[in-house]
C-alpha cells in the first residue's frame, strides 16, 4: 500500500526552524536590496517632491485597510485555527474553512475597494489637512488607482496562511522580491510615457502590476501541500467565525505600524509638502534590518508557536520566543547604532541622485536618525504580538496598539513643530511604551519570561554596539575627507565603515560571551 498524505505538513526536523529562518532572511535581504533599488529608482525620478508626497498618503491609505482587512489581519487569526484542525487530522473542515474565507476575503474586499473608489474626494482629505490644489487632486486620484490592491492582498493572505501552516515559506519569502523587481521595471518602461506631475502614475501603475505578481507566486507554491481548494461559501461555519472574530483585535494590533505611518503623514503634510515623503524614504531604509531578521524570525517562529499554544506546552513556547527575542536584539541593536552615526551618509549614497537633492538628504537622514531608536524595540513588539495570536488572546495587544496609537498621536501633536525629528520621535516613544506593556502581561501568562537573560544579554549586546558606533563613525570619517564624496568615494567609505564597524561588533560579542553570536556562527557552518 502507498503512504498516506501527510495533511499536517512536513516533517519537523531538527534545525528546521533555523534553517527555515535562515532561507526566509536571506529571501528577505534579497527583497529588501530590490526594494532599495526600487527606492532609488524612485527618487532618481522624483525626489522628495509634492507628488512623491501626494503618493506616499495615496498609497498609506489602501496600505493601512490591507493591515486591517487583508493579509496582514488574515494570517495571524487564521494560522492558528487552521493548524489546529490539521493537529486533529480535520482536514476537509481546515480546507473548507480556507476555500470560505478566500471566497469571503473577495467578495467583501471588492465592495469595500468600489465604495472607497467612490468616497475618495471626501476621505483623502481628511487624512492630508494640509494638501490643498493640485496636490490634494493628485492624492486623490492616485488613491483611487492603488486601491484595487487591497482585493489582490486578501486573497495572498489566505494563500500565504496556508503555506506557512504547512511549513512552507519559499514562496512568501521571495514573491516580495519579484513585486520590487516588476515595479522597477513598470517604472523604467513607464517613465517616459508620462509628463510633468502626471509621472507619477507610473509608480502607482507598477505598484498594481507587482502586486499581482506577489499573488500569483504564492498561488502557484499551493500545489505542493496537500490543500485542496473547494467552491465552498459556508460563511456560517464555526471556524469562519472564530477567524473573523479573532481579525478584528488582529487588525488593531498588527496594523499599528500602518497607523503610525498615517499618523506620520498627517502630522507631516502640516510641517510641508516635502515632509510625508521624507518620512516615507526614511522608512524605507529603517525597514531594511527589520525586514531582514525581525520579521523573519517573527513569521518562522509564529506556526510553531500556536502549534505549543494548542498543545499547551507553555514552556517550549516561552522558550522559543525568548530565544527569539534575544535574536532580535543581537541584530537590530547594531543596526540601529550604525543607523544613529551614520544616518546622513547612508541617505546621501541611497537617495542623493536626480531630483533628490542634497537640502532633501538632510530632511531625510534627521528623520532616519529619530527611527533609529525605536528599532529594536519595534522588532520585539512583533514577536511579541504574535505570541498573544498564538495563545488566540487578541485582546491584549489589541488594548496595547489602542494606547500605542494615543500616545503616538498625542507625541506627536506635541513635537510636529519640532519638524519631521519630532513626529518620527513620538512613534519612538510609543513604541518603547508598548514593548514594556506586553512583556508585563506576556510575564504573567507565560509565567516568566527569562527576562533576566534577556537583560543580561542585552546589556552585553548594547556595549558591543557601543563599540561598532565608535568604530563604524571613525572610519566613515577619516574616508570621507580623504576620498571625497564622488560615488565611489562614497561606496568605499561607507561600506567599509560598516564593514569594520561589524568585525569589531563580532569581536566584542566574542569578549563579552553573547551566546547569540554562537548560534548564528553554528547555523552559518550548518549551511
Do not use: C
Request: glycine share 8%; proline share 5%.
Amino acid at each position: 500500500m502507498s503512504a498516506a498524505p501527510d495533511y499536517t505538513g512536513t516533517e519537523r526536523r531538527p534545525g528546521r526552524i533555523a534553517r527555515s529562518t535562515a532561507f526566509f532572511s536571506v529571501a528577505t535581504a534579497a527583497s529588501r536590496i530590490a526594494g532599495l533599488g526600487r527606492e532609488i529608482v524612485a527618487a532618481g525620478y522624483y525626489g522628495v517632491s509634492g507628488p512623491m508626497s501626494a503618493f506616499t498618503i495615496a498609497f498609506q491609505v489602501p496600505n493601512l485597510v490591507r493591515a486591517l482587512f487583508a493579509d496582514a489581519a488574515l494570517q495571524p487569526a487564521f494560522v492558528p485555527i487552521f493548524t489546529e484542525q490539521l493537529e486533529k487530522k480535520n482536514y476537509q473542515e481546515a480546507f473548507r474553512l480556507a476555500s470560505t474565507l478566500l471566497l469571503l476575503v473577495t467578495l467583501a474586499l471588492g465592495a469595500v475597494t468600489a465604495l472607497f473608489v467612490l468616497l475618495a474626494p471626501v476621505i483623502m482629505p481628511l487624512v492630508a489637512p494640509g494638501f490643498e490644489g493640485t496636490i490634494l487632486d493628485l492624492t486623490v486620484t492616485l488613491s483611487q488607482v492603488l486601491f484595487p490592491i487591497l482585493i489582490l492582498l486578501g486573497a495572498s493572505g489566505v494563500v500565504v496562511g496556508i503555506l506557512n501552516s504547512y511549513d512552507r515559506f519559499g514562496a512568501f519569502a521571495i514573491s516580495p522580491l519579484f513585486w520590487n523587481l516588476t515595479i522597477i521595471t513598470v517604472l523604467v518602461f513607464l517613465i517616459p510615457r508620462f509628463h510633468g506631475q502626471d509621472r507619477i502614475y507610473a509608480y502607482a501603475i507598477g505598484i498594481l502590476a507587482g502586486t499581482l505578481v506577489q499573488l500569483l507566486i504564492p498561488s502557484f507554491d499551493l500545489r505542493n501541500t496537500p490543500f485542496k481548494f473547494e467552491w465552498s461559501f459556508d460563511w456560517r461555519n464555526r471556524d469562519v467565525r472564530r477567524v473573523l472574530l479573532l481579525m478584528f483585535p488582529v487588525t488593531i494590533s498588527l496594523g499599528l505600524i500602518n497607523f503610525n505611518l498615517l499618523i506620520n503623514s498627517l502630522f507631516g503634510s502640516l510641517v510641508s509638502d516635502q515632509a510625508p515623503a521624507a518620512i516615507d524614504k526614511a522608512f524605507r531604509i529603517y525597514q531594511l534590518p527589520q525586514g531582514i531578521f525581525s520579521v523573519a524570525i517573527a513569521t518562522v517562529l509564529f506556526p510553531t508557536l500556536a502549534r505549543f499554544a494548542s498543545r499547551g506546552e507553555h514552556d517550549n513556547l516561552r522558550a522559543t520566543m525568548a530565544n527569539g527575542m534575544r535574536q532580535i536584539l543581537f541584530v537590530l541593536l547594531p543596526a540601529g547604532a550604525a543607523v544613529l552615526v551614520l544616518s546622513e551618509p547612508m541617505i546621501r549614497l541611497v537617495y542623493q541622485r536626480g531630483e533628490f537633492t542634497p537640502q532633501q538628504t538632510t530632511l531625510v537622514a534627521t528623520a532616519l536618525f529619530w527611527f533609529a531608536f525605536s528599532l529594536p524595540a519595534n522588532g520585539l513588539f512583533l514577536l511579541m504580538t504574535r505570541t498573544f495570536f498564538s495563545l488566540q488572546r487578541p485582546w491584549l495587544p489589541t488594548a496595547i496598539a489602542a494606547g500605542n496609537l494615543a500616545l503616538t498621536a498625542l507625541a506627536a501633536l506635541a513635537l510636529y513643530h519640532l519638524g519631521v525629528g519630532g513626529i518620527v520621535a513620538a512613534t519612538a516613544i510609543a513604541t518603547v511604551a508598548s514593548v514594556v506593556a506586553q512583556a508585563v502581561i506576556l510575564r504573567r501568562l507565560l509565567g516568566g519570561l527569562e527576562l533576566g537573560r534577556l537583560l543580561s544579554t542585552g546589556l552585553r549586546i548594547a556595549l558591543a554596539a557601543a563599540a561598532l558606533a565608535a568604530a563604524s563613525f571613525g572610519i566613515w570619517d577619516g574616508l570621507d575627507g580623504a576620498l571625497g564624496r564622488g560615488l565611489l568615494g562614497q561606496i568605499v567609505s561607507l561600506g567599509s565603515a560598516l564593514a569594520i564597524g561589524g568585525l569589531v561588533y563580532v569581536g566584542a560579542a566574542r569578549l563579552l560571551r553573547v551566546a547569540e553570536l554562537d548560534q548564528v556562527m553554528r547555523l552559518v557552518r550548518r549551511r
